[in-house]
């Protein structure tokens, strides 16, 4: 068993935290753009939500992938870590949800979500989460954190589109 001396892990990215306050809708992914993750922030195109490619506008951002739960994928208990391809997703366009923060940036509640949408690198994808601007390569979304990251990276925050 697994003893946490200083505090429980933020939980798993792209699972909605808060159910009850939240706002998920279901949207139809498009198998030639399709998401590296779950968490990461995509936008409508083509009457599709697909990933960010590059070059959007804090406005593009239309909502965050959700992991799906349950699954009956047979791997885990948290479904499996590669979302599909095409078909239906689920995206949360209000609400609270654990993502990966990326950059390796300290943050604290309150403090403004980031999103990059250039220059990805490995840790670093396009739509992922970050805790400080990076000249034009983030913009800033209408989102919050609500609390320092875990160990492993992962946070809470309210997005509220």
């Known amino acids: 068993m697994v003893a946490y001396l200083y505090r429980m892990p933020s939980g798993i990215p792209g699972d909605v935290s ?7 809708e279901t949207q139809i992914l498009n198998a030639s753009l399709p998401f590296s993750a779950y968490g990461l922030v995509g936008k409508m195109a083509a009457g599709k939500f697909v990933p960010f490619a590059g070059g959007e506008a804090a406005t593009d951002a239309y ?3 959700v992991r799906p739960f349950p699954t009956n994928s047979g791997t885990d208990g948290l479904g499996t870590a590669t979302p599909p391809t095409s078909g239906p997703g689920d995206v949360l366009r209000r609400g609270y949800m654990t993502v990966k923060l990326n950059g390796g940036a300290t943050v604290a509640a309150g403090a403004p979500v980031y999103v990059r949408v250039a220059a990805a690198a490995s840790g670093k994808p396009l739509g992922g989460f970050e805790g400080a601007a990076d000249s034009t390569n983030t913009v800033a979304i209408n989102a919050i954190f609500l609390s320092a990251a875990d160990a492993d990276g992962n946070v809470e925050i309210s997005f509220r589109n």
């Open 18 to 24: 808060r159910k009850e306050n939240s706002v998920v």
């Open 63 to 65: 909502g965050v992938l």
